[in-house]
C-alpha cells in the first residue's frame, strides 16, 4: 500500500488490468484529485480499455 506513480500522459489507446485491491486517487496536472478508485471493488484480471475519444490523458497516482 501507499507510492505514488509520476505524472504522465496517455498518448495511446491502453488496457488497464487489475492485478490485486487497492485504492488510488488520480491527479491531474495541478495535482487537484480527478477521481478515486476502488481498485478492490474490481476482481483480479479485469480489464478496462481506455479508447481515443479519452486521449490525451494527463495524471498521476496516489495510492492509499
Same mark, same amino acid.
Given at each position: 500500500?501507499?507510492?505514488?506513480?509520476?505524472? /504522465?500522459? /496517455?498518448?495511446?489507446?491502453?488496457?488497464?488490468?487489475?492485478?490485486?485491491?487497492?485504492?488510488? =486517487?488520480?491527479?491531474?496536472?495541478?495535482?487537484?484529485?480527478?477521481?478515486?478508485?476502488?481498485?478492490?471493488?474490481?476482481?483480479?484480471?479485469?480489464?478496462?480499455?481506455?479508447?481515443? =475519444?479519452?486521449?490525451?490523458?494527463? /495524471?498521476? =497516482? /496516489?495510492?492509499?
Amino acid at each position: 500500500m501507499g507510492g505514488r506513480i509520476p505524472l /504522465h500522459t /496517455h498518448t495511446a489507446p491502453f488496457v488497464l488490468v487489475a492485478l490485486s485491491g487497492d485504492r488510488a =486517487e488520480v491527479l491531474n496536472a495541478d495535482g487537484n484529485v480527478r477521481y478515486d478508485v476502488d481498485y478492490g471493488a474490481l476482481s483480479p484480471g479485469f480489464m478496462g480499455y481506455m479508447g481515443p =475519444e479519452a486521449l490525451p490523458d494527463s /495524471h498521476a =497516482e /496516489h495510492r492509499k
